[in-house]
């Protein structure tokens, strides 16, 4: 029995997106990734609202959470997240460009499970994507109800 385990990406950037998938890609992950591109499409896809009512039961494996987004920024999807009994228990792994110490202690008290600041150039940017999505994805035995599983 193998398991489907997917992805949720909140990033506002097009470039960060595609670099973000590509690198993912070549992991060789089977992971499906989910891309919203700002807070409140986070917010709505976690919470099965509007255009996400109908998305499966599953909650993604992990959420993949840029800092600086519009409409509701990472910290305040963070919070939502973290505050909702169902959802609580879904890894956040915020990345994004700050270093700004206020940032970081905030997204650790609000519960984050890693704070990681994207590398500049694009070897180090997919490096460092490709070592997170093995963790997560593959590595990290994730909590009941975040993956369904497929027989095939």
Do not use: C
Not at 16 to 34: I, S, W, Y
Not at 50 to 77: C, I, M, S, W, Y
Not at 92 to 108: F, H, I, N, W
């Amino acid at each position: 029995m193998s398991t489907l385990k997917r992805i949720l990406l909140v990033e506002d950037s097009d470039n960060d997106v595609q670099l973000t998938l590509a690198a993912l890609e070549e992991t060789h992950l089977a992971n499906e990734v989910d891309v919203v591109k700002d807070g409140q499409q986070a917010i709505d896809y976690l919470f099965r609202r509007g255009t996400f009512q109908g998305r499966g039961e599953e909650h993604p494996a992990v959420v993949l959470l840029d800092l600086k987004l519009p409409k509701l920024n990472g910290l305040e999807v963070l919070a939502r997240l973290k505050g909702d009994p169902e959802l609580r228990t879904i890894p956040v792994v915020m990345l994004t460009s700050s270093r700004e110490e206020p940032d970081l202690k905030r997204a650790y008290g609000l519960g984050v499970n890693a704070y990681v600041v994207k590398p500049v150039g694009f070897n180090a940017f997919t490096s460092a994507l490709k070592e997170l999505g093995l963790f997560w994805a593959i590595l990290n035995e994730p909590p009941p109800g975040t993956v369904r599983k497929d027989s095939h």
